[in-house]
């Protein structure tokens, strides 16, 4: 059997690599780095001579300082390194729920003396609540900072050893046993980058137990902790559903979803699991209200957006995802706590010789002349998160439809930047109402508006009589003259189809245009403007802020500078 090796990075200068972790605490948020083994050696031939050497480790047993201790002790006497001994080892080990970093040192000759650091570098107190808490983080990290194939979490840490963290039934009950009793501290933990706000469904505790439960198929074990879970919170049903049907318990599944939607219809991940489950038979039409329902209950969201524009490609009703997807709410990406460690002055990474192979080993030089210019600077391979959840569902559609079709679908869908400029270089004054994109791909139909003369679907004599009441209002207190503010020729009602509202600037006061800018008396003047007859208050009042914007010239520049869209109605003519 060969013994495996341990990788050593090698220091400038002795504990740089402590000091950089203690540096570092006040600004993690989530699960934290994995756990630091740092040494410090002594050369057998030089016996003043030392130093630092440290590597990373996942998956040892951090339920108490003596199982960190047993791990550095077996670094200390390893049989391999014969020309230095080590004289003291710290092992750190992060606690996400109490912002604590567990540290166990070893000093030889001496003893083992286990405390924690606080953000702020004062030593506490270790107790076996702070270990236990520990040791579940150290689980999740471990599934975390997991290989997956992609090759980044080995970029982004030199020299880590990953164990398994469960090897025996033993210790799945001891990580299922600490699981329950912390379940609802879960959100402190953060979550996946595609999640706004941390809930009790949606953590990272959650997504380790699913990752364990799916890698090891211990649906069992993951059904019987979720349903006493479930005794004391029905927002846990979600999970037990999930892990249901990954066992084949689709019926069982059903009923459940079926008694926690009664009670909790409102409840985003039920409905997203309840669409998830209508997608994966085949039955898009059930999934869609099930994903409306979603997307009514968290419209701040990614997820329940994204499930909808999925049901809508699935329909193949390109306008409405296309509509959807601009409709999603995008967050900033928040990488995982990696360690950001000095640079070293030297690493040492044994690796078998029976595992090297120069065509893997030697950097691939590739002529940059045989790619074309354009697909040099594509961005597509920097998107995480949302983003690259975002970028994925629209390629999906590309391969389904084509580009060609992709770019039509898009024109009939949206007004974009350089159509907005020659209709406005036109001089075109047509006032076209435009719906909100959100309501639009909820709604599932457009109701069309053509120059003003068409009513809507849906549109009945209530709600004419209620908009004209509204701007009868507004325009009797515009023209009050009670008003201190109300300008010297307010704005005569005209003919509900045409918007005609006098400019508060004559065109003698104001040569440089119709926008506010400094240095004019005339654009400072206090006025209140009429609102616009196709645009009661009311109506106003209903749109949601992360809805796309209507036809005037400061809200398009608005939307060209955010990249926000506008539903296209009709073409100005």
């Not at 040099?376 to 389904?400: D, M, P, Q």
Request: charged share 25%.
């Amino acid at each position: 059997m060969v013994v495996p090796a341990v990788p050593e990075i090698i220091e400038e200068e002795i504990e740089s690599a402590v000091d950089s972790r203690n540096e570092s605490l006040p600004s993690l948020r989530e699960l934290g780095p994995p756990d630091l083994v740092h040494l410090v050696k002594q050369s057998i031939k030089s016996g003043n001579k030392q130093s630092g050497v440290y590597h990373h480790v996942t998956g040892i047993d951090a339920s108490s300082s003596a199982s960190l201790a047993a791990y550095v002790n077996t670094i200390i006497y390893s049989p391999n390194d014969k020309s230095s001994k080590v004289i003291s080892g710290l092992y750190c080990c992060y606690n996400a729920f109490s912002r604590l970093d567990m540290r166990v040192e070893v000093k030889i000759p001496g003893g083992v003396e286990s405390y924690c650091i606080d953000e702020r570098g004062d030593k506490r107190v270790a107790s076996d609540a702070l270990w236990m808490e520990t040791f579940l983080c150290g689980v999740l990290r471990a599934y975390a900072y997991a290989d997956d194939g992609g090759g980044e979490s080995i970029k982004k840490i030199i020299g880590v050893r990953r164990f398994d963290p469960i090897t025996s039934t033993e210790m799945e009950h001891k990580f299922l046993d600490a699981a329950e009793r912390l379940f609802f501290k879960g959100p402190q933990l953060g979550s996946e980058p595609e999640v706004q706000v941390p809930n009790i469904a949606s953590n990272h505790l959650t997504t380790g137990l699913i990752s364990y439960i799916h890698t090891t198929g211990r649906y069992t074990s993951g059904i019987n902790l979720f349903e006493k879970l479930r005794t004391r919170d029905l927002e846990v049903s979600s999970l037990l559903a999930r892990v249901m049907i990954s066992a084949d318990e689709e019926v069982q599944a059903v009923k459940l979803l079926h008694d926690a939607i009664a009670k909790l219809p409102m409840d985003y991940s039920l409905l997203d699991c309840q669409a998830t489950f209508c997608q994966s038979k085949g039955r898009l039409d059930w999934a869609l209200e099930c994903a409306k329902r979603g997307v009514t209950a968290a419209p701040s969201e990614f997820g329940t957006w994204a499930r909808l524009a999925e049901v809508y490609v699935g329909l193949e009703q390109w306008d409405l995802a296309l509509l959807t997807l601009n409709s999603c709410p995008m967050f900033t990406y928040n990488d995982k706590d990696f360690p950001r460690m000095p640079e070293p002055a030297h690493v040492l990474l044994p690796v078998l010789r029976e595992s090297i192979l120069d065509e893997i080993d030697e950097p691939t030089n590739y002529d940059g002349d045989q790619v074309h210019q354009s697909l040099r600077k594509l961005h597509a391979a920097g998107y995480k998160g949302t983003f690259l959840k975002a970028y994925s569902l629209l390629t999906e559609i590309t391969a389904k439809i084509g580009w060609d079709q992709l770019l039509r679908v898009r024109s009939q869908v949206f007004v974009m930047e350089e159509e907005y400029r020659s209709e406005k270089q036109t001089g075109s004054s047509q006032n076209v109402s435009n719906p909100n994109a959100s309501t639009v791909a909820l709604r599932g139909t457009p109701s069309p508006v053509i120059n003003g003369n068409t009513k809507p679907e849906g549109h009945t004599n209530g709600d004419t009589d209620s908009q004209a009441d509204d701007e009868e209002t507004l325009h009797e207190k515009h023209t009050s003259p009670k008003s201190p503010f109300s300008p010297p020729n307010s704005a005569t009602i005209v003919d509900s189809s045409i918007e005609k509202p006098e400019h508060s600037i004559t065109p003698g006061s104001c040569q440089i245009g119709q926008r506010l800018h400094l240095g004019c008396s005339s654009c400072f003047r206090p006025q209140i403007h009429p609102v616009p007859q196709q645009a009661p208050l009311r109506a106003l009042a209903r749109q949601p802020l992360h809805g796309t914007v209507r036809r005037s010239a400061h809200l398009h520049n608005m939307a060209n500078r955010y990249g926000a869209g506008s539903i296209r109605e009709q073409r100005l003519s």
